[in-house]
């Protein structure tokens, strides 16, 4: 059995990281230690987000106060006892990474006219989409206040990070031009958009812990190839007909023609059943964005749920997920390398 507690609880209820990350009794310790970080974190953030501004500040927290998985602290605190441990810096950086996320969320969110985010209505139903925008550009610039006062290697990473999220999203925005793969052109968006905040939290922690300079491309490469497996498996979730596991209609993002990887996969096969599929789902596509029930894609999505092309999402799901597991080679044997481990495993093997 684990030991338990209000940070613990709150991680486990979303991706299990108690009970399957942090299993066994050497992991007991490292456990402790990384909850006892979040912690601090958590107690960094509502510090940092405070605003003199009465708008400001009601929006700066809104999405903060309303919950998250904290995943990318957590993989800071994590790879930062590969060093001297949840320092004064590493905890600064793991805040405002956090508050970079955050921040990212407030944009998003106006960008796909999400409803809501994190159980609540989204920002932008609350206060309108220029309040949303503005605040996300908030806690950027909050963010990198806090990068700046850990010197210039901080500056570089959120800089360099801040590039790919934008470079990520636009690319997303504006989709594949001639000549690109869309495949590949997918994956690389995903790598941009997810992949870079979760490697830039497994560097940050071996950096700013004084780690091995030797892991932290190691840890780099881990934290992309994590996020790019992560929203793979979103992929084949949001294919799902189980409410309870997705929250929302089985192909919501299909439904408003977004493309996700069982799509681009369908669209690379040549028989007559999936190329039929592939014509139903962009006729169904066109005529929700005309006005039509979304539900009139019901039968196809669910047929494209039983496809081969969404098996070979989920296989590809694992294969980053294994690749990810390699580049933890040069890492000492030991209790971070084990959790790092289940964490690769964990973001491929929820229900699907």
Known sequence: MTP????????????????????????????????TGLERVDANLASELRVTDSVADSASRYLYEAGGKR???????????????ANDDVIAG??????????????????????????VPSAHAVWGNNVAILTGDLLFS??????????????????????????????????????????????????????SLIAAAA?????????????????????????????????????SDDPDETGKVPGTDLRAGVPTMPYLLLATRTDAA????????????????DGADPAILDADLSELREHEATQATLDLAHQWSSEAIAVLAPLPEGPVREALTRFAQAVVDRSS
């Open 4 to 35: 338990s507690s209000a940070s613990g609880s709150r991680i486990a209820g979303k991706l299990g990281l108690t009970d399957r990350i942090f299993a066994g009794p050497r992991s007991r310790r490292l456990l402790s230690t990384v909850e």
């Open 71 to 85: 995943v990318r602290p957590m993989l800071t605190l994590l790879t930062a006892q590969l060093g001297e441990g």
């Open 94 to 119: 793991a805040t405002a990474l956090e508050m970079t996320h955050l921040g990212s969320l407030y944009h998003d969110d106006v960008m796909d006219a999400a409803d809501k985010r994190r159980g």
């Open 142 to 195: 909050r963010a990198s206040q806090i990068m700046a006062r850990l010197g210039d290697r901080a500056i570089r990473l959120q800089a360099d990070t801040f590039e790919r999220l934008v470079l990520g999203q636009m690319h997303e925005t504006v989709g594949p031009q001639e000549g690109d793969d869309p495949v590949e052109f997918y994956l690389q968006v995903l790598a941009d958009k997810t992949g």
């Open 203 to 239: 560097q940050l922690g071996v950096i700013f812990s004084n780690g091995p300079r030797e892991l932290e491309d190691a840890m780099f490469q881990f934290g992309d190839k994590v996020g790019v497996a992560f929203q793979l498996l979103d992929d084949v979730i949001d294919l």
């Open 274 to 289: 999936s190329v039929a599929l592939l014509t139903r789902i962009d006729a169904g596509v066109a005529l929700i964005a």
